[in-house]
C-alpha cells in the first residue's frame, strides 16, 4: 500500500456512515468510506464503544473524537479532531481525544509520512463531523416537528429561532442513533469564513501529560510479568553471529535468557544477533558488558566512507551510467555560452537521532501477538513481524503509542520484528529498548551524495545551458532507497538545454528517509549552484531566481509528459509568491547595508505539495564562527492553516533542523561500521547555536490545504550558504561546517 492509497486490496469501498446507540444516551458515528467488512463487523460488535468510532457523544455532551494516524510530534492527534469537530460544530473545550490502535479495516490509512495527514483527510474528516451535524438536526427536527431547514446548531446545541427551542447535543444523542446516515460525498461542509475552530490555535491535546511526564510513549509501556531485552547486532550490518558466549550471559544476575537470532539477509528485516532477556534493564545492559561475540565475515566490512568518495571521484571522470532527462541539446549550448560556471557539491549521511530511541514491547500468547509500537508505518510493521514470524496478520494487535520523535526513523519497523521475534522465542513480555549507541549505529541513514555541475549563461546571464551528474548509491537500474533524485528537480523545465546525468555506486549500508526525503540535500547542492549562476551572471539571486521562474516553458518540454503528470508540476506563480514575500517581509533588498561579515541568504524548495522560500542572516566573526541572527519562513501550504501552532512549530523546527544538519551531523564509515555513536560525536542543535528568531509567514492560496511537517525544512541550508557567501566571500559546496573553513580577513 503506498501512502497514499486509501483502499485494501481485495475489499469494495463506499462511503459511508455506521450509527451506534450507546448505553445512557449517547451516540457513536462510525468511519466514512469503510470497506463493506468492516460495516458488517460493526452491526455484530455494536456492544463496543470504540469499534471503528470517530465520535462518541455522551448525555453529558462531551464529543470523543478518536485521533487515527500516529502521533510522533507532529501534532495530528489535536489536528484531525480538529477538522471533524469543526463540521460537527461543538464547542472544542467539550472534546475528548482518544488514540485509535492499529486496524485498517476501521480507520484504513494510519500513517504518519510524507506530510500526506492533510491533504488526504482534509474532506473526509470534516465530512464526517458534517453527517454528524445533520443527524443531531434530524434527530430534534423529529422531536420537536418542525422542518430541518428551520434549525441551527451553536457549539454542542441545536437551536429553533422560531421556538426558541434549544437542545444540547448530548440529549440528542440518542434519537440521533435512529436517523439514516447522510450521503458523505453531498453532506454540505461549512463555508470557510464560518470555521470556529479551524484556523484557530490549539494547544497539543497531550501538553500537560508531556510536561507532567504522563506515560504515553512507547517507551513508557509497561505489561505485567513483562522482562527487558537488548538485541547486540553486528556493527558491518547484517553480518552473522559466528560464536557468542551465552553461558557467561546467562549466569548473569537478573538475566532469563540468552540467545541467538540467526536473522537474515536482508537490512530492511530482522538481521542477526543476539538476545539478552532479564528482570530489568540495568540488568540486561550490565550482563550486555560481558557478552563476547565474534561476527562471521561479511562482504561489506571493507567499506568505507574515503572508499565512497574516491569512487564518486573516479565516476565523475566517466560516462554516466544513465541519463535521467535530457532537454535541448547541451553539449552544443555549453559550448556557445558567454560564461561557464562549475562546481561539485557533496553532502553526508546522516542518522535520525530521535530522541526516544527505538524500542518495542511484545507479548505472545498462544497464537496471539500484542504489540505496543510507536511506528510510522503499523501496516508495514505488522506485514514485517506476520512474515517472519510465519503467523497471520490478524494474528497481531497492534497498540499505537505516541513516539519521541520519528523525522523517518520509525517508517522502518526492524525494532518491531526483533521484539516480537524475541517475545516469541523467550515466551515472556518482553520490552527491547535499544541504547542511543544502538541507535546511531544501527540507523537507516540519509544516505550522502555526490554532484558535479555546470552551467552556460548567454550574454545577459541568462542561464541556458544546465547539466548535474549526480554519483550515488545503487545497484543496476534500482537506487538505494532514499538515495534516488528525479528529473525533474529545479531548474529543470526553465532552461532550454537541460541534462540530468547519474552513476549509481553499491553500498551496504542500511538508508532510508529523512524528513523531507532527498529534498533535504537536493536542495542544498541545487539551490546552492543557483546562487552560483547567479553571481556569475552579476545579478542578484532572489530577483534571477523569480527572473527564471517567469521565463514561458518550451512546448517541447511539456510535450514529453502526460496532462496528469504536469499536474504534479511545481507551480512557478507560487514558487515567485513565497519569493517575493519572503524578500518584502525580510528586508532583503537593503540587505547591502549590513554589516561586514554579517549576510543573508536565499533559497525555495517545492516538496511534498508544499512551496517554501527562506531568507538567513548570519554572521560570521573573521575567526570563523557562525551566529544565525534570524531566519524567515514563508510558506504556501494552500487555503487554511488548520492549527497555525503547529504549523509554525512545524515550521520552525525543521529550520532548526536543518540548521543542525548544516552544523555538524556526519555520520561516517570505516571498516563497514559507522564511526559515530551518540550525542557527543553527533550532535543535536544546542539552544545557544539556535537563531534568537524563525519568524513564519503564510502566503495563502485558493489549493486545498497540505502538510507542513517536510517542505519547510530543504531551503533554509541554501539559504544559509548564501549568508555565510555574502558574509565571507566563501562558498560552501560541502556539508557539515565543521569540515569547512569559514575564517575571512
Excluded at 202 to 225: E, R, S
Excluded at 347 to 370: R, S, W
Excluded at 392 to 415: P, S, W
Excluded at 463 to 492: C, K, Q, W
Amino acid at each position: 500500500m503506498t501512502m497514499t492509497d486509501n483502499t485494501l486490496p481485495g475489499v469494495n469501498r463506499r462511503d459511508f456512515l455506521k450509527v451506534t446507540a450507546l448505553a445512557g444516551g449517547g451516540i457513536l458515528l462510525a468511519s466514512y468510506a469503510e470497506p463493506l467488512e468492516a460495516i458488517e463487523r460493526l452491526g455484530t460488535a455494536a456492544a463496543d464503544p470504540m469499534l471503528s468510532a470517530y465520535i462518541r457523544i455522551t448525555a453529558d455532551n462531551i464529543v470523543t473524537i478518536t485521533a487515527k494516524n500516529p502521533e510522533i510530534g507532529q501534532g495530528i492527534k489535536t489536528m484531525l479532531p480538529m477538522l471533524i469537530a469543526e463540521e460537527l460544530d461543538v464547542d472544542w473545550k467539550n472534546v475528548r481525544i482518544e488514540q485509535a490502535d492499529f486496524d485498517p479495516t476501521k480507520y484504513q490509512a494510519q500513517i504518519a509520512g510524507g506530510s500526506t495527514a492533510t491533504p488526504t483527510n482534509w474532506l473526509p474528516m470534516r465530512r464526517a463531523g458534517a453527517a454528524g451535524r445533520q443527524m443531531l438536526l434530524a434527530a430534534a427536527a423529529q422531536q420537536w416537528n418542525v422542518p430541518v431547514s428551520e434549525l441551527t446548531t451553536e457549539p454542542g446545541v441545536v437551536v429553533h429561532a422560531a421556538s426558541k427551542k434549544r437542545a444540547t447535543y448530548g440529549s440528542l444523542a440518542a434519537a440521533a442513533a435512529a436517523v439514516p446516515a447522510p450521503d458523505l460525498n453531498t453532506v454540505p461542509l461549512k463555508d470557510a469564513k464560518n470555521f470556529r475552530i479551524i484556523g484557530t490555535r490549539q494547544k497539543t491535546y497531550d501538553l500537560k501529560g508531556i510536561l507532567t511526564g504522563k506515560p504515553m510513549f512507547g517507551i513508557d509501556v509497561v505489561v505485567p510479568g513483562m522482562h527487558y531485552a537488548a538485541f547486540v547486532k553486528s556493527p558491518v550490518y547484517a553480518a552473522k553471529v559466528k560464536s557468542a558466549n551465552l553461558d557467561v550471559v546467562k549466569a548473569q544476575p537478573g538475566v532469563t535468557h540468552a540467545f541467538v537470532v540467526d536473522g537474515g539477509t536482508a537490512l530492511t528485516g530482522l538481521m542477526p544477533g543476539v538476545a539478552i532477556i532479564g528482570k530489568n534493564w540495568w540488568m540486561v545492559q550490565q550482563a550486555r558488558k560481558k557478552l563476547v561475540v565474534e561476527w562471521a565475515e561479511h562482504p561489506t566490512a571493507q567499506q568505507s566512507s574515503a572508499g565512497m568518495a574516491a569512487k564518486a571521484a573516479e565516476l565523475f571522470t566517466q560516462a554516466p551510467h544513465r541519463t535521467m532527462r535530457k532537454d535541448g541539446d547541451f553539449a552544443t549550448a555549453i559550448k556557445g555560452a558567454a560564461k561557464t560556471i562549475k562546481a561539485e557539491y557533496s553532502y553526508p549521511f546522516i542518522a535520525h537521532a530521535p530522541l526516544e530511541p527505538q524500542n518495542c514491547t511484545a507479548q505472545m500468547v498462544g497464537d496471539k501477538l500484542e504489540i505496543w509500537s510507536n511506528s510510522q508505518t503499523p501496516q508495514a510493521g505488522r506485514t514485517l513481524v506476520a512474515n517472519t514470524l510465519g503467523i497471520k496478520e490478524d494474528q497481531i494487535t497492534l497498540h499505537m503509542t505516541r513516539a519521541g520523535g520519528g523525522f523517518g526513523r520509525r517508517l522502518n519497523n526492524d525494532y518491531m520484528v526483533e521484539a516480537a521475534w524475541i517475545a516469541r522465542e523467550a515466551k515472556v513480555p518482553v520490552k527491547l529498548l535499544w541504547t542511543r549507541e544502538d541507535d546511531i549505529q544501527h540507523d537507516f541513514y540519509r544516505p550522502g551524495g555526490y554532484h558535479q555541475f555546470t552551467a552556460g549563461i548567454d550574454a545577459n546571464g541568462k542561464l541556458i545551458a544546465f547539466r548535474n551528474h549526480s554519483v550515488t548509491f545503487g545497484e543496476g537500474e534500482r537506487f538505494a532507497p532514499s538515495a534516488d533524485i528525479g528529473p525533474g528537480e529545479y531548474p529543470a523545465r526553465f532552461v532550454p538545454h537541460f541534462q540530468m546525468d547519474v552513476s549509481l555506486m553499491p553500498l551496504g549500508v542500511p538508508t532510508g528517509a529523512l524528513r523531507a526525503p532527498r529534498s533535504n540535500a537536493l536542495s542544498f547542492v541545487f539551490q546552492g549552484f543557483i546562487d552560483e549562476v547567479a553571481e556569475a551572471a552579476g545579478q542578484d539571486p532572489l530577483q534571477y531566481r523569480i527572473d527564471m521562474l517567469k521565463a514561458p516553458v518550451p512546448d517541447a518540454q511539456l510535450q514529453q509528459f502526460t496532462p496528469q503528470q504536469q499536474a504534479g508540476f511545481m507551480d512557478a506563480q507560487r514558487v515567485i509568491g513565497v519569493l517575493e514575500m519572503a524578500r518584502d517581509v525580510s528586508g532583503w533588498n537593503n540587505r547591502k547595508s549590513l554589516p561586514k561579515g554579517t549576510g543573508m541568504g536565499v533559497a525555495f524548495y517545492y516538496s511534498h505539495r508544499g512551496y517554501f522560500a527562506e531568507v538567513v542572516q548570519a554572521t560570521v566573526s573573521k575567526a570563523g564562527e557562525l551566529k544565525v541572527d534570524k531566519v524567515w519562513v514563508v510558506g504556501d501550504v494552500g487555503s487554511d492553516i488548520i492549527n497555525p501552532n503547529h504549523a509554525e512549530s512545524q515550521s520552525q523546527g525543521a529550520a532548526l533542523d536543518a540548521l543542525a544538519q548544516a552544523l555538524g551531523q556526519e555520520i561516517t564509515f570505516t571498516g563497514g561500521r559507522a564511526d559515530q555513536s551518540n550525542f557527543n560525536n553527533f550532535p543535536l542543535l544546542r539552544l545557544k547555536q539556535a537563531p534568537p528568531v524563525v519568524e513564519v509567514h503564510w502566503k495563502k492560496t485558493t489549493f486545498p490545504p497540505t502538510g507542513i511537517g517536510e517542505p519547510a525544512m530543504p531551503p533554509f541550508i541554501p539559504a544559509l550558504m548564501g549568508a555565510i557567501h555574502m558574509a565571507t566571500g566563501k562558498r560552501v559546496r560541502q556539508i557539515p561546517l565543521t569540515k569547512v573553513d569559514l575564517k575571512w580577513a
